[in-house]
């Protein structure tokens, strides 16, 4: 027979696969790979923390999207693009300021980019 601890190990477990743990900032083992055609930012080194961004070019507005400001901006630290297009990643909101360029690929920390917690918003160059 199974203990109570089991059963809620189990079910948490379940909660992981499911991906909805992403939702709820949960350590990014399963959530650090972002579907194709997606852009997913967190709020920590290697898709780790808050995962604060997670979506498509055809999401956003043509000129851009702003990031929440309490929902990671200034936050950002890592960012995985699956989407095909460059992530124009701007420290201002309303798309100014200093920009870092995304190609497609995974940037696990953004401090090598010169660019940790610094987003604020973002655009789409496909």
Same mark, same amino acid.
């Given at each position: ?7 809620? &190990?189990?079910?948490?477990? &379940? ?20 579907? @194709? #055609?997606? %852009? +997913?930012?967190? !709020? ?9 961004? =997670?979506? +498509? @070019?055809? =999401?956003? @507005? ?11 901006? $200034?936050?950002?630290?890592? %960012?995985? $693009?699956?989407? #095909?297009?460059? %992530? +124009? ?10 920009? %870092?360029? &995304?190609?497609?690929? +995974?940037?696990? $920390? &953004? ?8 987003? !604020? ?6």
């Amino acid at each position: 027979m199974l203990s109570r601890k089991s059963i809620a &190990l189990g079910a948490a477990g &379940l909660v992981l696969a499911s991906g909805t743990a992403a939702a709820a900032g949960a350590p990014a083992s399963a959530e650090a790979q972002a579907a @194709p #055609g997606e %852009v +997913r930012m967190w !709020e920590d080194p290697d898709y780790t923390g808050s995962l604060y961004v =997670q979506t +498509r @070019p055809s =999401q956003c @507005p043509a000129e851009g999207c702003d990031i929440d400001g309490w929902d990671g901006d $200034n936050e950002i630290s890592s %960012v995985i $693009n699956e989407t #095909g297009c460059t %992530v +124009r990643l701007w420290d201002l909101d309303g798309f100014g300021g200093g920009y %870092v360029d &995304l190609r497609p690929g +995974r940037y696990g $920390n &953004l401090e090598l980019q010169g660019f940790d917690n610094k987003a !604020e918003s973002y655009t789409f160059y496909c």
